[in-house]
C-alpha cells in the first residue's frame, strides 16, 4: 500500500509562485514513476508533468512547459512541483500520483495506481 500526501497549495496572484510537495510512504518509493495532474472544476483531471525514478528525463504538459519544474528527493521519498508565472487557468486542484511500474505514457491517469487526495492552487487575476 502507498500513501501520497500533498501540500503547497494556496491562493497566489498572476505571476506569482508555488511549490507542491508529495510525501510518499509505502512502498520503494525509488521504483515509481510519479506524476502531477490537476482537474479543474466541471473539466477532466489532466496530466502536468511526470519523473521515472532515475530523474533523467522529465515529461511536461505543453500548457505548462517552461513555467513549472518537477523534481523529486528519493531520499526523502518526495516529488516537488515548483510553479513559475501562475495564470488563472492553472487554478485547480492538483494531485500526486504513483506509477509502480516503468510506463513510456506517463500523461496517462490509468497508468498510475495510487492517488493523494489533492490539494487546491486557486490564481487570481
Known amino acids: 500500500q502507498v500513501q501520497l500526501v500533498e501540500s503547497g497549495g494556496g491562493l497566489v496572484q498572476a505571476g506569482g509562485s508555488l511549490r507542491l510537495s508529495c510525501a510518499a510512504s509505502?512502498?520503494?518509493?525509488?521504483?515509481?514513476?510519479m506524476g502531477w495532474f490537476r482537474q479543474a472544476p466541471g473539466k477532466e483531471r489532466e496530466f502536468v508533468a511526470a519523473?521515472?525514478?532515475?530523474?533523467?528525463?522529465?515529461y511536461y504538459a505543453d500548457s505548462v512547459k517552461g513555467r513549472f519544474t518537477i523534481s523529486r528527493d528519493n531520499a526523502k521519498n518526495t516529488v516537488y512541483l515548483q510553479m513559475n508565472g501562475l495564470k488563472p487557468e492553472d487554478t485547480a486542484v492538483y494531485y500526486c500520483?504513483?506509477?509502480?511500474?516503468?510506463?513510456?505514457?506517463?500523461?496517462?491517469?490509468?497508468?498510475?495506481?495510487?492517488w493523494g487526495q489533492g490539494t487546491q492552487v486557486s490564481v487570481s487575476s
Open positions: 519523473i521515472p525514478w532515475s530523474r533523467i528525463t522529465t
Open positions: 509505502g512502498h520503494s518509493f525509488n521504483t515509481y514513476v
Open positions: 500520483a504513483a506509477a509502480v511500474h516503468d510506463t513510456r505514457r506517463p500523461d496517462v491517469k490509468g497508468e498510475y495506481s495510487y
